[in-house]
C-alpha cells in the first residue's frame, strides 16, 4: 500500500543534512503524522491521473469523435416489461459518481480497502467458495473460474473452443448459425460505430427487417453493447478475428461514452440495464484484447456501477441508488464478474451488499426468486437469481440450486429468450443428463427459429414471446440473446467443471 510504504521511506530513507532543503523536507515529514502523509501521497496521485485521464486517447478507438455523435440512450432493454409497465420513463436520481473515487480505482496501488471508504478487505462470506483467494478478491474466488480471464478461454482458443462445442452438444449447425448472427449485426451497424435498435434508422436496412425497436431507438448504449457481446463471446475483438475493423468502432462507441460520463455509458433517459450491459462488454473487450485503453472505460463504468448499488438493500434498478430489481442485478453481477475476469477493481462490499439483495427476494431456501421481493418468484428472474447464486459461490451440490435448476429443467426451454438466455447458462454449468435434454430443445429451437434467407439471414424474431423487452427491443435484442444462446458451449467456462479440475489438483 502506498499510503504505508511511502511515509515509512520519507521518515527513515531519507536521512539529509537538516540544514539542506531535502534534510528539511525530510524532518518535516518525520513531524507530520502518517495519515496526513498518506493523503498528500493520495493526492497526488489523483492530480497524476487528473493528467492521464484529460490526455485524449490514441490510435484508432476514436472516443472523442464518436461521442459527439453518439445520440443519448433511453429506455432499458431487458425489463420485465410485462410486470412493470408503470415504471418507464425513469425517475429522475441525481448522478452519484465522483470523478476522482473513479480515478482512485483506477490505480491499483491506491485501490485497497482502506481508499475506497470500504469496510476491511476481509469481509467474511460463507457463500464464497475457494479459500486460496485473496481477501480482497471476493468475486475472484467465487465458482471455479477464479480471477484472469480464466472463464473466457474458451473463447479465445480455437481447439479449445471446437471441444468444447462437442462435448456441450453443439455442433457444426450452431456454429455456423453463430456466424451468420454475427454477419447481421456487421451489416447493421451504423455509420458511427454503434448499432441502434431502431433497424429502420440503419442506412444498409432501412426498415428491410422487420420488428425493428424504434420505442428504443434511444438506447444506443443498450444496442451497442448487446451486437457486441455474441463477437466477443464467439472470440472476437478489434484485435483478433474476421472484424476487427467494425469492433474497433463499436468498441470505441462504448467507451467514448464511459468516458464522456465519466463512467455513465447511458444518456439521461437511459437506464441502468443498459450500463451493465456495457460495463460487460468494456470489461471483456479488455481482459480479451489487453489493450491498455480500454483498462480506465472499462473501470469506470464499473465504478458507476458500484456507486450507482441501492445503499440499503443492496440491489440496482433503473437509476442510481433505486431499491434493486432481480433483473437489473443480474446484469450489474455479470458486469462486476466480467470486472474480475478482467482484474479491475470490484469492491468486495459491493458484492456482499448484492448477495444481500439476492437473499431478500429469494424463497424456497433459494430455490426460486422474486422481481423486488420474495413474493413473486417467476421462471425468468429464477434463472437470472440461480446463476447468480453459481458465479457468487453456491457448490453444485446445493439442495436449494439443485431445486431449482430441477424446476427449471422440467419447465424446458419457453419462447421467452430472456428465460432462456439464463436458464440455458444454468443448466449448462451444472451439465448432466438435464442439460443434454435441454440443449436438445434449445439448440434446435434455434436452429429452427433463424432467418435462413434475405435480408434477415441470419437473425431471429419468429416464435419469440414478446415478452421481457423483446417486443419493444426488436430483432437486434432477440439475435443477440439467441446468438450467445448458442455460444453458450464457450463462452464461459463451466463453473463446477473447472471447480472439479482445480479441487483435483490440491489433493
Ligand atoms: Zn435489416
Given at each position: 500500500m502506498?499510503?504505508?510504504?511511502?511515509?515509512?521511506t520519507?521518515?527513515?530513507?531519507?536521512?539529509?543534512?537538516?540544514?539542506?532543503?531535502?534534510?528539511?523536507?525530510?524532518?518535516?515529514?518525520?513531524?507530520?503524522?502518517?495519515?496526513?502523509?498518506?493523503?498528500?501521497?493520495?493526492?497526488?496521485?489523483?492530480?497524476?491521473?487528473?493528467?492521464?485521464?484529460?490526455?485524449?486517447?490514441?490510435a484508432?478507438?476514436?472516443?472523442?469523435?464518436?461521442?459527439?455523435?453518439?445520440?443519448?440512450?433511453?429506455?432499458?432493454?431487458?425489463?420485465?416489461?410485462?410486470?412493470?409497465?408503470?415504471?418507464?420513463?425513469?425517475?429522475?436520481?441525481?448522478d452519484?459518481?465522483v470523478v476522482?473515487?473513479?480515478?482512485?480505482?483506477?490505480?491499483?496501488?491506491?485501490?485497497?480497502?482502506?481508499d475506497?471508504?470500504?469496510?476491511?478487505?476481509?469481509?467474511?462470506?460463507?457463500?464464497?467458495?475457494?479459500?486460496?483467494?485473496?481477501?480482497?478478491?471476493?468475486?475472484?474466488g467465487?465458482?471455479?473460474?477464479?480471477?484472469?480471464?480464466?472463464?473466457?478461454?474458451?473463447?479465445?482458443?480455437?481447439?479449445?473452443?471446437?471441444?468444447?462445442?462437442?462435448?456441450?452438444g453443439?455442433?457444426?449447425?450452431?456454429?455456423?448459425?453463430?456466424?451468420?448472427?454475427?454477419?447481421?449485426?456487421?451489416?447493421?451497424?451504423?455509420?458511427?460505430?454503434?448499432?441502434s435498435?431502431?433497424?429502420?434508422?440503419?442506412?444498409?436496412?432501412?426498415?428491410q427487417?422487420?420488428?425493428?425497436?424504434?420505442?428504443?431507438?434511444?438506447?444506443?448504449?443498450?444496442a451497442?453493447?448487446?451486437?457486441?457481446?455474441?463477437?466477443?463471446?464467439?472470440?472476437?475483438?478489434?484485435?483478433?478475428?474476421?472484424?476487427?475493423?467494425?469492433?474497433?468502432?463499436g468498441?470505441?462507441?462504448?467507451?467514448?461514452?464511459?468516458?464522456?460520463?465519466?463512467?455513465?455509458?447511458?444518456?439521461?433517459?437511459?437506464?441502468?440495464?443498459?450500463?451493465?450491459?456495457?460495463?460487460?462488454?468494456?470489461?471483456?473487450?479488455?481482459?480479451?484484447?489487453?489493450?491498455?485503453?480500454?483498462?480506465?472505460?472499462?473501470q469506470?463504468?464499473?465504478?458507476?456501477?458500484?456507486?450507482?448499488?441501492?445503499?440499503?438493500?443492496?440491489?440496482?434498478?433503473?437509476?442510481?441508488?433505486?431499491?434493486?430489481?432481480?433483473?437489473?442485478?443480474?446484469?450489474?453481477?455479470?458486469?462486476?464478474?466480467?470486472?474480475?475476469?478482467?482484474?479491475?477493481r470490484?469492491?468486495?462490499?459491493?458484492?456482499?451488499?448484492?448477495?444481500?439483495?439476492?437473499d431478500?427476494?429469494?424463497?424456497?431456501?433459494?430455490a426460486?426468486?422474486?422481481?423486488?421481493?420474495?413474493s413473486?418468484?417467476?421462471?425468468?428472474?429464477?434463472?437470472?437469481?440461480?446463476?447468480?447464486?453459481?458465479?457468487?459461490?453456491?457448490?453444485?451440490?446445493?439442495p436449494?440450486?439443485q431445486?431449482?435448476?430441477?424446476?427449471?429443467?422440467?419447465?424446458?426451454?419457453?419462447?421467452?429468450?430472456?428465460?432462456?438466455?439464463?436458464?440455458?447458462?444454468?443448466?449448462?454449468?451444472?451439465?448432466?443428463?438435464?442439460?443434454?435434454?435441454?440443449?436438445?430443445?434449445?439448440?434446435?429451437?434455434?436452429?429452427?427459429t433463424?432467418?435462413?434467407?434475405?435480408?434477415?439471414?441470419g437473425?431471429?424474431?419468429?416464435?419469440?414471446?414478446?415478452?421481457?423487452?423483446?417486443?419493444?427491443?426488436?430483432?437486434?435484442?432477440c439475435t443477440?440473446?439467441?446468438?450467445?444462446?448458442?455460444?453458450?458451449?464457450?463462452?464461459?467456462?463451466?463453473?463446477?467443471?473447472?471447480?472439479?479440475?482445480?479441487?483435483?489438483?490440491?489433493?
Open positions: 502506498a499510503g504505508q510504504t511511502i511515509p515509512s520519507g521518515a527513515a530513507g531519507v536521512r539529509g543534512d537538516p540544514g539542506s532543503a531535502r534534510g528539511l523536507a525530510a524532518g518535516l515529514l518525520r513531524q507530520v503524522p502518517a495519515w496526513a502523509v498518506s493523503m498528500l501521497v493520495h493526492v497526488i496521485i489523483l492530480l497524476a491521473m487528473a493528467l492521464i485521464v484529460s490526455e485524449p486517447p490514441k484508432d478507438l476514436r472516443p472523442k469523435m464518436i461521442v459527439s455523435n453518439a445520440p443519448e440512450s433511453a429506455e432499458d432493454i431487458g425489463d420485465l416489461a410485462d410486470e412493470m409497465p408503470d415504471q418507464l420513463p425513469m425517475e429522475e436520481v441525481t452519484p459518481v476522482p473515487d473513479a480515478a482512485v480505482e483506477n490505480v491499483q496501488v491506491v485501490a485497497d480497502a482502506e475506497l471508504s470500504a469496510p476491511a478487505v476481509a469481509v467474511e462470506l460463507s457463500d464464497f467458495g475457494s479459500e486460496l483467494v485473496q481477501p480482497s478478491d471476493l468475486l475472484a467465487v465458482g471455479g473460474i477464479a480471477g484472469q480471464a480464466g472463464g473466457l478461454g474458451g473463447r479465445t482458443d480455437p481447439k479449445m473452443r471446437q471441444q468444447l462445442v462437442l462435448a456441450g453443439g455442433n457444426a449447425q450452431t456454429e455456423a448459425a453463430v456466424e451468420a448472427a454475427l454477419k447481421w449485426f456487421i451489416s447493421h451497424q451504423m455509420p458511427d460505430g454503434g448499432w435498435f431502431d433497424l429502420a434508422a440503419c442506412p444498409s436496412c432501412q426498415g427487417c422487420s420488428h425493428s425497436g424504434k420505442s428504443r431507438a434511444k438506447d444506443r448504449c443498450g451497442t453493447a448487446l451486437a457486441l457481446l455474441p463477437f466477443l463471446g464467439r472470440g472476437y475483438t478489434h484485435r483478433e478475428g474476421p472484424y476487427k475493423k467494425q469492433l474497433d468502432a468498441i470505441a462507441f462504448l467507451a467514448g461514452m464511459s468516458l464522456k460520463g465519466e463512467g455513465k455509458c447511458y444518456g439521461e433517459d437511459g437506464t441502468l440495464y443498459s450500463q451493465g450491459l456495457a460495463g460487460i462488454v468494456l470489461s471483456e473487450s479488455y481482459a480479451m484484447s489487453k489493450d491498455p485503453r480500454l483498462q480506465l472505460p472499462a469506470l463504468a464499473l465504478n458507476f456501477i458500484m456507486t450507482a448499488q441501492d445503499p440499503v438493500g443492496g440491489g440496482w434498478r433503473y437509476s442510481p441508488k433505486q431499491p434493486g430489481d432481480t433483473s437489473a442485478v443480474g446484469w450489474q453481477l455479470m458486469a462486476l464478474k466480467s470486472g474480475d475476469m478482467a482484474n479491475l470490484v469492491n468486495p462490499l459491493t458484492v456482499k451488499k448484492a448477495v444481500a439483495f439476492l431478500s427476494v429469494q424463497s424456497d431456501d433459494g426460486a426468486y422474486g422481481y423486488t421481493d420474495k413473486t418468484p417467476g421462471p425468468a428472474r429464477n434463472a437470472v437469481g440461480l446463476l447468480c447464486r453459481m458465479y457468487l459461490g453456491w457448490k453444485k451440490n446445493n436449494a440450486l431445486r431449482g435448476v430441477a424446476n427449471l429443467a422440467k419447465a424446458g426451454p419457453s419462447k421467452d429468450l430472456y428465460h432462456d438466455y439464463y436458464a440455458t447458462q444454468v443448466l449448462h454449468h451444472l451439465e448432466g443428463d438435464a442439460w443434454t435434454a435441454w440443449n436438445t430443445r434449445m439448440r434446435d429451437l434455434l436452429l429452427n433463424q432467418a435462413k434467407r434475405g435480408h434477415e439471414a437473425s431471429w424474431y419468429d416464435g419469440v414471446d414478446g415478452g421481457h423487452g423483446a417486443d419493444a427491443a426488436g430483432r437486434l435484442y443477440a440473446l439467441s446468438a450467445m444462446i448458442l455460444e453458450v458451449y464457450y463462452r464461459h467456462l463451466p463453473i463446477y467443471g473447472q471447480q472439479s479440475v482445480e479441487e483435483d489438483f490440491r489433493e
